[in-house]
């Protein structure tokens, strides 16, 4: 079946500095790949997503690439915010399901002034 | 727009009763899900409907869930009896027409302890 392997958290940096947050992926077939994050008490939204391998999906100065060869899809942004402070959540729909999201566990972020 | 709203926003009961959750979806999107999050699981679909119908339900864990979707503006998930092994953060999200099911808009959850 289908699954996500995302890195445990948390993931504490300060602002301005490089995030990179690991994702790869077991699908039969082609599945679509998706970032979602969490803010404290909300629900869960899109980030990002791609399609296709080698799509780049970018939103807010995130992005992240799909890549079929590593079944990776890590997310990635230059300078972090403090308002970046979340849960990520990379999920992938695909495999024979036009409507199931299979999400990893999350990831924590907290980045401090 | 309100977006997808859920009530209660915690709910704490005891091991035994019926906890009912609540959940009205964004107007006009006729696709609506409830996932369950937890810390060894990560979120799990439950259940999924479409115009109202219950068109996957495999990931409801056992007869003690229920969900219904009466019309398209009102959906709920009800367990009967409780147990605490069903605390847990429940969300409802729902989809629009047309824009693909992997766009989905969350609620803000509801937070349930069974003691």
């Known amino acids: 079946g289908n699954s996500v392997t995302q890195m445990e958290g948390p993931v504490t940096l300060s602002e301005e500095a490089f995030l990179t947050i690991n994702c790869t992926y077991t699908?039969?077939?082609?599945?679509?790949l998706f970032w979602y994050v969490q803010y404290p008490g909300e629900g869960l939204q899109l980030l990002l997503k791609?399609?296709?391998?080698?799509d780049k999906g970018s939103n807010k100065g995130f992005e992240a690439t799909y890549r079929k060869e590593t079944t990776s899809f890590h997310l990635e942004k230059g300078s972090v915010q403090v308002s970046d402070s979340a849960v990520y959540f990379c999920?992938?729909?695909?495999?024979?399901?036009?409507?199931?999201?299979?999400f990893g566990k999350g990831t924590l972020l907290t980045v401090n002034p | 727009d309100a977006g997808v709203i859920q009530s209660p926003r915690h709910e704490v009961t005891e091991m035994g009763q019926e906890v009912t959750l609540r959940c009205k979806p964004i107007?006009?999107?006729?696709?609506l899900f409830w996932y369950r999050q937890t810390m060894m699981r990560g979120l799990e679909l439950l259940i999924y409907?479409?115009?109202?119908?219950?068109?996957?339900d495999s990931g409801m864990p056992e007869d003690r869930f229920s969900a219904k979707m009466p019309n398209a503006s009102f959906s709920t998930l009800k367990i009967q009896p409780s147990e605490p092994r069903d605390s847990a953060v429940y969300f409802c999200?729902?989809?629009?027409?047309?824009?693909?099911?992997?766009?989905?808009?969350f609620g803000s959850g509801t937070q349930l302890s069974v003691l």
């Open positions: 791609a399609t296709k391998a080698d």
């Open positions: 107007s006009g999107h006729n696709s």
């Open positions: 699908a039969t077939g082609y599945p679509s």
């Open positions: 999200a729902s989809s629009p027409v047309g824009q693909g099911l992997e766009k989905l808009f």
């Open positions: 409907f479409n115009n109202n119908v219950p068109i996957d």
């Open positions: 999920a992938l729909m695909g495999g024979g399901s036009n409507y199931k999201l299979t």
